[in-house]
Structures are given as C-alpha cells and as structure tokens.
C-alpha cells in the first residue's frame, strides 16, 4: 500500500492510497522477471487480497516449469483457469515480459516493434474547486509538461467553470484533455461538451457509463470534439464493439484493464486496423508498471501519446534503479534490459 502526497477525486470515488500487488517470477536460469498489478476495485471488479489470491492459486501453477518465450500461450493458459482478474494478470505478463528482455539482454521495447517514437504524457489534474485546479495546472507546466487533463464529470455548470479557470490559466499553448469517468447522462454529455467548445479541447474520455456503449455513440456523432472510450474498453473484444458501433473517436489502452501487454498490443492493433488512435493511461500504479506501459508506447505505432503520470501523485517509489523518468513531460524509457526496473532492497513484499 502506498498513500498518495494528496486525496485525488475524480467522477465517482476519491483515493487517498494506492494498493497494488508484486510479482516476480524465477527462472532455472536464474533470471528474475518483475510485474506490478494495481486492482482498481470500481473498475476491473478485483481488490488487493482478490489479486494475490489469484496469482497465488490459479495463474502461478499456470507457469512452473513452463518455457517463458512461449508467452502466447501461457497468457492464453492465464485465462483457461480464470475469469478477468486483469490487474493480477497484467503483473504476471509484465514480469514474463521483463524476463524476455532480460534473457536477451534488451530494453522491452526492441521485443515489442522497437523503439519507433517518443511518446509525451499529461500530468493530471483531480477534481477540487475551479481556483485550486488552475493553481495546480500552473504547477503542472513549471514541471514542463505541455498537455493537462482535467477531471469532470460531476456537474456541467462546474466543470465548465473548472476547464474555463485552467485554460485561462495556462494559455493557449497548453494541451487541454477532459476525462469524465462516467460521470454524465447523454444529454449532459452533449451539453457539457458543446460549453467545452470555446476552451479548445483536445478530447473528452468517457463522458457516459461504460456500458452505454449505444449513448457513448450517440455523443461521439453530437460533438465535434474528440470522444476517447477508457472503461467501455478492457477487451480486444471491446474495441471491436466500440468499432462497429462507431462510438469512440480514440481509445485509451490500459495494461490493468487489458491484463498486460500481450494484449494490450491486441487493442492496439486492433483500433490501429480501423482508424482509431490510442492512448495508454493508468491506474494509481508505481514506477514498475508504468515502465512497462511506457516500453508499449514508444514501440507501438498507434498508441501516439501518454497519460502516464501516476508515479508523480504517490508518497514511495519502490524503484531505485532504472524506472521511467519524465523530461519535459516526455516519457525517458529505460536502457536497462528488460522493463528495466530495479527495486530498493528493503522494498515490502
Ligand atoms: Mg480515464
């Protein structure tokens, strides 16, 4: 468990920690792979003690003696013996993905189409009152970052006010995404968006509920504005939904809802086959998987930009050596091979 340096709030729950789960799996060649997975309890249905229950006794026996470099197949052997649980999942393929860098030698990266791109990430801004946000949008471009999402999605009025105070601000220079969780009514969402307007925003994630994939539709073809499906899609299979319903202008890829890389590359492709730009995102996760998110970024032609700050909003980081570092809001993957993340050696299993 980590606590985060302040409460963060967004449409439907305010964290004050973060509880995540570490894995690390030992090979006979004595190669050490290491995973994390965050369970996000309103968004993947798991808890902490749900997800080490799972790797312990369902996805573990999945591997012993088992060849790592046929991953395919033990991802798919994963979801034989269980049913969701991505965020556990996502920290086993993390750490067989590490391991393969490592027994190569190699960032990730160079396993996953090699480095082909920088990739920035925005620094996210929780939902408080308008004055505070624009204080903390200021703080987030001193730190150099040029792209600032603002959480929405508890009252139109509100939060038009809250991106209007952000916007004035930063400026026009600066980046502006809203993410709304969820949190309105189709009708709500129309509104808010066509107030939006004005304030130039770059995109709205999710404004409706995640199983109003017919409503999330109805909004994309209303607006102008960029609509980003983020919980409508865990799955291959939910982007497929998204595509023939035509209800999402972009997707926002997790490893935590995806249940890893392996997979995440399947949306990737998948969206990449039909026109739709991603974005990978993140739960309330450390340095250690958000490495690994970062080597799927800058390896994955379609995934174009980042949200990838949430290292930035805990008290702890576990990693001593390696880990990804933020310069001027660009992600700076690690050279070390592997996910390229060495752990503190007093760090709590
Ligand atoms: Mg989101």
């Not at 001593?320 to 996910?339: A, D, N, R, T, W």
């Amino acid at each position: 468990d980590i606590q985060l340096i302040e409460p963060f709030r967004i449409a439907f729950e305010t964290i004050t920690s973060t509880m995540g789960i570490l894995v690390q799996i030992h090979t006979d060649e004595n190669i050490v792979g290491m995973g994390e997975g965050v369970p996000t309890t309103i968004i993947t249905g798991e808890t902490q003690e749900g997800a080490i229950h799972a790797v312990n006794k369902y996805l573990a026996p999945t591997l012993f003696g088992k060849d790592p470099f046929k991953i395919g197949k033990l991802i798919a052997q994963m979801d034989r013996v269980v049913l969701g649980n991505s965020s556990a999942k996502a920290a086993v393929d993390i750490a067989l993905h590490d391991i393969l860098g490592k027994a190569i030698n190699k960032p990730l990266y160079n396993l996953l189409g090699g480095y082909v791109h920088d990739v920035s990430s925005d620094c996210t801004i929780g939902i408080k009152k308008p004055e505070e946000m624009a204080k903390d949008a200021l703080a987030i471009v001193e730190k150099g970052f040029n792209t600032i999402k603002v959480k929405i999605g508890v009252d139109v009025a509100e939060d038009v006010e809250r991106v209007r105070r952000v916007r004035e601000a930063v400026g026009d220079d600066i980046v502006i995404r809203v993410d709304a969780n969820q949190g309105y009514s189709v009708k709500a969402a129309i509104r808010v968006v066509h107030k939006l307007e004005p304030y130039q925003i770059q995109l709205v994630e999710q404004p409706v509920p995640a199983w109003n994939i017919e409503g999330l539709a109805i909004v994309k073809h209303a607006v102008s504005v960029p609509i980003m499906a983020d919980e409508s899609v865990h799955s291959p299979q939910d982007a497929i939904e998204i595509i023939k319903r035509d209800a999402a202008d972009m997707i926002n890829i997790k490893l935590m809802k995806a249940g890893g890389i392996f997979k995440a590359r399947q949306i990737a492709t998948v969206a990449e086959a039909a026109g739709i730009p991603c974005i990978v995102g993140c739960m309330e996760e450390t340095k250690v998987s958000i490495t690994a998110a970062a080597h799927f970024a800058v390896s994955t032609e379609n995934v174009r930009e980042a949200d990838l700050d949430s290292p930035l909003f805990l008290k702890e980081d576990p990693v001593m050596e390696g880990g990804i570092e933020y310069e001027q809001g660009m992600l700076k993957v690690p050279s070390l091979p592997g996910i390229g993340v060495v752990l503190k050696e007093n760090w709590r299993y």
